[in-house]
C-alpha cells in the first residue's frame, strides 16, 4: 500500500489552521454588528433618558414666563412675552428669606457632614481594632433606615433639647441623616489609596491627626467632591424633616422655612387667586443653583465615581 499522503506547508509559510469537525466557521461580521445594535440601543435609550429629564425643566422654566390666562389656555405653547419681572415678584413673595434659610443650614451642614464622616470612614477602613466591623455595619444600617419610622422620635429628641424651628436643631438632624452614606461611601474610597504613602508618613513621624489631614484626606478629593454633590443635593431637596422640625413653636417664634417648605408655604398663601407663574419662579430659583453645581462639577463627580474601580 502507498504512503498517506502529507500535506506540506508553503515556502516562507505555515499550514493554515482547518477548523475541526462539528464547528462553526467564525463570521467576522457577527461581533460588529452586534456591537453596532448595541451601540445604538444604549444610545436611544440615552436620549430618551435625557429628553425626559430635560423638557419637564424646559417646560418649567418656560412657564416661568407666562400668564395664568396663557398657562390655563395652553401648557405647552410658547410665552409671548419674556419678562423678569416674575422672579422679582416670588423673590419678595418669600423666596428670597427661604432661600437664604436653605443657604444658611447647608452652609454649616455639609462641610459637618463631610467631615465627620471623613474621619469616621478613614479610622474604619486603614485602622484594625476589635469592634470595627460592627462599627461600620452600623453606620451602613443607618442607610437602609427609613427616616419616616424615626420621625416621632426624632422630633421629642430635638424638642427636649429645645432646638425646635432653630438652624443648629436642623444642622445637627442633616448631619445625622447624612453620615450613614457619607461613611460607606468614603470607607470604599480610603481603602483605595495606597498604604505605602500612609507608611511613609507614619515613619516620618508624622501623627495620626496629620497624616489625616495633610496626606490622606488630600489623596481624596475626588471621592470627597462625589459625596459633597450627592449631600448638597439630598440635604437641599429635603422636605419632610423640616416639614416636622421647622415649624413656628408660639406666636412669637419667626419662621424659618426653608425652600421645600417655602413653595409649598407660597402656595397655600394665594389660595383661590393663584399666581401659577410666581410658583414656577419659585421652583426655577430653587432648581438652577443644584443644576449649576452639579454642572460645574460633573467631571469630579465622575471621576470620584470611577476612581475607586481604576485604582
Do not use: C
Not at 103 to 118: H, K, W, Y
Not at 138 to 153: C, E, H, K, R
Not at 158 to 184: C, E, H, W
Amino acid at each position: 500500500m502507498s504512503a498517506p499522503l502529507k500535506e506540506t506547508a508553503p515556502a516562507g509559510g505555515s499550514v493554515p489552521a482547518q477548523p475541526s469537525a462539528g464547528s462553526t466557521p467564525a463570521r467576522p461580521g457577527d461581533s460588529r454588528g452586534e456591537g453596532v445594535v448595541l451601540n445604538v440601543f444604549s444610545h436611544g435609550f440615552l436620549a430618551l433618558w435625557g429628553l425626559l429629564i430635560v423638557l419637564p425643566l424646559l417646560w418649567l422654566v418656560l412657564s416661568s414666563f407666562k400668564t395664568n390666562v396663557q398657562i390655563g389656555g395652553s401648557a405647552f405653547g410658547w410665552p409671548q412675552h419674556w419678562s423678569f419681572g416674575v422672579f422679582s415678584r416670588a423673590w419678595d413673595k418669600g423666596i428670597g428669606d427661604y432661600f437664604l434659610n436653605t443657604v444658611i443650614v447647608l452652609v454649616f451642614s455639609v462641610p459637618l457632614t463631610m467631615l465627620f464622616g471623613s474621619m469616621a470612614a478613614y479610622v474604619l477602613a486603614r485602622y484594625q481594632f476589635w469592634g470595627n466591623r460592627f462599627l461600620y455595619y452600623f453606620f451602613v444600617a443607618g442607610a437602609m433606615f427609613p427616616v419616616f419610622l424615626a420621625l416621632v422620635p426624632l422630633f421629642f429628641m430635638v424638642k427636649r433639647l429645645d432646638m425646635l424651628n432653630t438652624y443648629q436643631g436642623l444642622i445637627l438632624v442633616y448631619v445625622a441623616y447624612s453620615l450613614p452614606f457619607t461613611v460607606f461611601f468614603m470607607h470604599a474610597f480610603f481603602r483605595t489609596l495606597p498604604t505605602a504613602v500612609f507608611e511613609a508618613a507614619v515613619l516620618d513621624g508624622a501623627s495620626h491627626t496629620r497624616t489625616f489631614f495633610q496626606v490622606m484626606l488630600p489623596m481624596a478629593k475626588p471621592g470627597l467632591i462625589s459625596v459633597g454633590i450627592f449631600n448638597t443635593l439630598g440635604q437641599w431637596n429635603q422636605f419632610i424633616l423640616p416639614t416636622v422640625l421647622m415649624q413656628p413653636q408660639s406666636g412669637s417664634d419667626p419662621e424659618r422655612y426653608v425652600l421645600t417648605q417655602g413653595l409649598i408655604q407660597l402656595q397655600q398663601q394665594q389660595g383661590y387667586a393663584s399666581d401659577l407663574p410666581v410658583l414656577f419662579a419659585g421652583v426655577t430659583i430653587a432648581m438652577i443653583p443644584m443644576l449649576v453645581v452639579y454642572l460645574s462639577f460633573q467631571r469630579q463627580v465622575q471621576a470620584g465615581l470611577t476612581s475607586a474601580t481604576l485604582k
